[in-house]
């Protein structure tokens, strides 16, 4: 049985956001990932340099763009969950189709880009959150 995702962390949050493109990446750790919930936030542009960093470090959440430079998140959520079984993968993409594809490869969850701000709403939701 696994434990809830109120249970899932007893410390704050350990992040790995899997974004390529530079300046959006930025804008939504500084809006919406630099909060006291938020310990650590592994920023990386490519699915290589992603599944390098589930190696050594055990993510409380994930953060997935579909579209990367040398592969795609999808490529990414196995070798995650081995390194990280307990993570929460949400799947982020402008593009619905893409959203399904992360989704369908085992994403818990999915948003569109657009929708990101809304992040912190479902932390909260699902307990992740410390907020009020």
């Given at each position: 049985?696994?434990?809830?995702?109120?249970?899932?962390?007893?410390?704050?949050?350990?992040?790995l956001y899997?974004?390529?493109?530079?300046?959006?990446?930025?804008?939504?750790?500084?809006?919406?990932?630099?909060?006291?919930?938020?310990?650590?936030?592994?920023?990386?542009?490519?699915?290589?340099?992603a599944l390098?960093?589930?190696?050594?470090?055990?993510?409380?959440?994930?953060?997935?763009?579909?579209?990367?430079?040398?592969?795609?998140?999808?490529?990414?959520?196995?070798?995650?969950?081995?390194?990280s079984p307990?993570?929460?993968?949400?799947?982020?993409?402008?593009?619905?189709?893409?959203?399904?594809?992360?989704?369908?490869?085992?994403?818990?969850?999915?948003?569109?880009?657009?929708?990101?701000?809304?992040?912190?709403?479902?932390?909260?939701?699902?307990?992740?959150?410390?907020?009020?």
């Amino acid at each position: 049985m696994s434990p809830s995702p109120a249970s899932r962390h007893a410390r704050p949050l350990r992040v790995l956001y899997v974004e390529d493109a530079v300046g959006f990446r930025q804008e939504m750790v500084e809006l919406h990932l630099a909060t006291e919930e938020v310990t650590e936030v592994s920023t990386v542009r490519a699915a290589m340099i992603a599944l390098t960093a589930t190696s050594s470090v055990e993510f409380d959440l994930a953060l997935l763009d579909y579209e990367l430079p040398d592969g795609t998140g999808a490529d990414v959520i196995a070798e995650l969950r081995r390194h990280s079984p307990r993570v929460l993968i949400v799947g982020v993409s402008a593009d619905r189709l893409f959203n399904e594809r992360l989704a369908a490869a085992g994403a818990d969850r999915t948003m569109e880009k657009r929708t990101l701000r809304r992040l912190p709403d479902l932390l909260e939701k699902l307990g992740m959150g410390t907020r009020g």
